[in-house]
């Protein structure tokens, strides 16, 4: 079935440096791809999406690139601030197009 | 704006009481979900529901019930809580729409059975 792998954290960055979280996935079919952000105390957020290889999907300075070849979906940021530090959950749509299949979440703390 | 609401932000309960978690989105969404999120388990699919009165088992369900009779209300029901139901419960709701399933989510209850 459909999974998603993303990396362990804790990733701990100060201000200006350059983020990579990295996602990968299985899936039969071509699902959609999302980033999904958790600031503390709060619900998830959409982030970005993608919904076909190759397509880039952005949002507030983060980017995710859709690759079908290596089955991969990583998030970036070029300059991490302090407001960045949050839970980042990668995630795809199921096989029965039912339901979101997630990550189990990678924790970003960024420091002054 | 979208919006989904959780009719507690914290909720404290006993062994053996019968608890109900109630959701509301206000956007007309035919999927309506509830997850649970534990640390280092990420969210795993509790229930969800594609129509009023129609619901389908995700991946763990065992313990838990849920009810669907309108549209913009979907209620996540503890039977019998047990310690190992403490936890953050998220509702999501999402169009019946194509590929693209985006979900939006409400702030979450986190609950403690005691």
């Known amino acids: 079935g459909n999974s998603v792998t993303q990396m362990e954290g804790p990733v701990t960055l100060s201000e200006e440096a350059f983020l990579t979280i990295n996602c990968t996935y299985t899936?039969?079919?071509?699902?959609?791809l999302f980033w999904y952000v958790q600031y503390p105390g709060e619900g998830l957020q959409l982030l970005l999406k993608?919904?076909?290889?190759?397509d880039k999907g952005s949002n507030k300075g983060f980017e995710a690139t859709y690759r079908k070849e290596t089955t991969s979906f990583h998030l970036e940021k070029g300059s991490v601030q302090v407001s960045d530090s949050a839970v980042y959950f990668c995630a795809l749509g199921n096989q029965a197009g039912t339901a979101l299949i997630f990550g189990k979440g990678t924790t970003l703390s960024v420091s002054s | 704006d979208v919006k989904v609401t959780q009719s507690s932000r914290y909720l404290v309960k006993r062994t053996g009481e019968k608890v109900f978690l109630e959701c509301v989105q206000d956007?007309?969404?035919?999927?309506m979900f509830w997850y649970r999120q534990d640390p280092g388990l990420g969210l795993r699919l509790i229930y969800f529901s594609y129509d009023v009165k129609m619901k389908e088992k995700g991946d763990i369900p065992e313990g838990y019930s849920v009810s669907r009779e309108k549209k913009e209300r979907f209620s996540l029901i503890l039977e019998s809580a047990s310690t190992n139901q403490t936890s953050m419960y998220l509702c999501a709701s999402s169009l019946l729409a194509g590929r693209t399933y985006e979900q939006y989510f409400g702030p979450g209850t986190r609950l403690t059975v005691t």
């Open positions: 899936a039969t079919g071509y699902p959609s």
């Open positions: 956007m007309d969404h035919e999927n």
């Open positions: 993608a919904t076909k290889a190759d």
